[in-house]
């Protein structure tokens, strides 16, 4: 531990009174947009360790497995911990919306459960079991496909327990879901901008309507059209007095879902899906982050790359959008995956009769598979987290 983190630690022990009563700070492991999150060792554990030994003891008379409540209750029972220092200045509702979604949670598989939570005059702490993990960065390039294939098993059940409780969490990206390559298992972390999905399907006023499709996309012919990305202002409206939509685009740059992008007011489930497949892409591309966007509008030309002006045009339509480009170089029906992940892992040679020499093999064109199946664009078509765990990229995961 360094100097700063140690004085960092010092300070956090000096001025949330109490907590070393029951936490021994030991490392400070995270530093985000939104808190600061340390390593701790709960000094109550050897009480619940008992407690846990005991059923356990009986558990082996009876020769059974522990039953689904005993797992859970272990599971809130951790000698090491997480402790997440929410910053003061986020708002009363946002921290209160992340601990009691996580309270839902608890029970969920996959999702890194709360311990507890204290106040301190202003600082709020959320206590989680400490899950041991590799960084992200250290192991993308080295995972096999089967390895791959895991990664995906572990997430996608993350997220169909998150999904099962109509939440969605709008932050999946590599810091989020902790994952340990050695033990093929993941926890889904940071319900920060979490949110529960609408119940009500009324129409959005962008005309999106998950229960149907055709009224959608005929409602977004008539409705107003918005410019939605333009390379330059030839084409965009000098003077626009429509009101500007709001909807939330709460999320990571590069991870965001086409409707996000485009401002959809009635976001589901399907953005974290999204976000899934950006991370596939990764993997396979080998390319850390794969996009990188400075804002909305580059974004949704880094998706014209690939998928083209047409997709993104039918695209937009859903949601009562026009999209229009003059940048010449982008293509009417953009570019495969196989030909670029084949240019992105340097597999993209020609023979002199200008024939592709490398494709991709068998293993991977079931990875883009599944990865088109996320990185649909029009969420009511793309993959949910339930199919997805059926799907034989994710489903022969051994
Ligand atoms: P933020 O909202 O600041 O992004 P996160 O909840 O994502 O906060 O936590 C930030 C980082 O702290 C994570 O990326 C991870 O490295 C570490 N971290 C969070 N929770 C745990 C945990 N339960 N076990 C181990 N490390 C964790
Ligand atoms: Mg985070």
Known sequence: VDDSVAEDMARFEETFKGISRRFRLINRIGEGTFSTVYKAEDLNYHHYQNEWDV???????????????????????????????????????????????????????????????????????????????????EYFREMTISDIRLYFQSLTTALRSVHEQGILHRDIKPTNFLYEPLHARGVLVDFGLAEREETDWHQCACGYDPQDRRARIENSVHSNSFAAATNAVPSYPKVDNRPSRRANRAGTRGFRAPEVLLKCTQQTTAIDMWSAGVILLTFLSQRFPFFHSADDID??????????????????????????????????????????????TNRSGRDSSGRRVASLSPEEQEAVEFMERCLECDPA??????????????????
């Open 381 to 398: 078509r793309r993959i949910t987290a339930e199919e997805a765990l059926k799907h034989p990229f994710v489903a022969s995961a051994v």
């Open 55 to 137: 059923d356990e003891k009986s558990n082996m008379k009876w020769s059974s497995p522990p039953t689904k409540r005993q797992a859970a209750q272990k599971k809130h029972k951790a000698r090491f911990v997480a402790i997440k220092k929410i910053y003061v200045t986020s708002s009363p509702i946002r921290i209160l919306n992340e601990l009691e979604l996580l309270h839902d949670l608890r029970d969920s598989e996959s999702v890194c459960p709360l311990i507890t939570a204290f106040r301190h005059q202003d600082q709020v702490i959320a206590v989680l079991p400490y899950f041991q993990h590799r960084d992200f960065r």
């Open 299 to 344: 974004a949704l030309l880094e998706l014209t790359n690939i998928f083209g002006k047409k997709r993104m045009r039918e695209t937009s339509l859903l949601h009562g959008q026009v999209f229009e480009t003059n940048i010449p170089s982008y293509s009417e029906n953009g570019h495969g995956f196989e030909k670029i992940i084949l240019w992105c």
